[in-house]
């Protein structure tokens, strides 16, 4: 199937589920909210037309001016050969959307990423916990608005400019 077509099948699925659609985008997506998200991961995966077998990842974005975080998952049907996006998108403030783990493996992972660096907490996860950062390391680093901290028990977090700015150091 091409990306029309795969598009069209969703839309007639799920017709209240998709915010917006873009099957002729250099990267072939739909994009809904969290509150269908599973349903549609089910019906991607069960689908016999559709198959999508293979969880080839899940990037989460920041959009900040927006107030939302988006987790985008690429997917791919071994069986008829075809790539296909879902964004998924979520307040920024509590941002939840149900885990696919239990229908793509690989999303354990991937999801634990997204939880560690970017703070989407994923519903009924097995394991939702940090994968990157220590356990008590605080807040998500690849938020926009993310402070590094100057230091973590005691390990200076300095920068390029914090070196230059010494006074023992020639600049």
């Known amino acids: 199937m091409d990306p029309q077509q795969i598009t069209s099948k969703i839309e007639t699925q799920f017709p ?12 072939p ?12 991961a089910e019906y991607l995966k069960d689908d016999p037309q559709l198959t999508f077998d293979f969880l080839g990842c899940i990037s989460a ?3 900040v001016a927006d107030d939302q ?7 791919y049907s071994m069986q008829h050969n075809h790539w296909f ?10 941002p939840h959307i149900d885990t ?4 793509w493996p690989a999303a354990e992972w991937h999801e634990r990423e997204a ?3 970017m703070g989407i907490n994923f519903n009924d996860h097995p394991d939702l916990r940090r994968i990157l950062l220590p356990e008590d390391w605080e807040g998500h680093p690849l938020r926009k608005d993310y402070a590094f901290p100057r230091e973590y028990h005691g390990i200076p977090g300095t920068t390029e400019l914090d070196w230059h700015q010494k006074a023992d ?3």
């Open 16 to 27: 209240d589920s998709i915010i917006e659609s873009r099957p002729q985008d250099k990267h």
């Open 29 to 40: 997506h739909v994009r809904t909210t969290g509150n269908q998200w599973r349903a549609i």
């Open 61 to 63: 974005v920041d959009y």
């Open 69 to 75: 975080l988006c987790a985008v998952y690429d997917l």
């Open 85 to 94: 996006a879902i964004k998924v998108y979520v307040d920024r403030n509590n």
């Open 100 to 103: 696919v783990s239990d229908l």
């Open 115 to 117: 939880y560690d660096l």
């Open 169 to 171: 150091y020639p600049a």
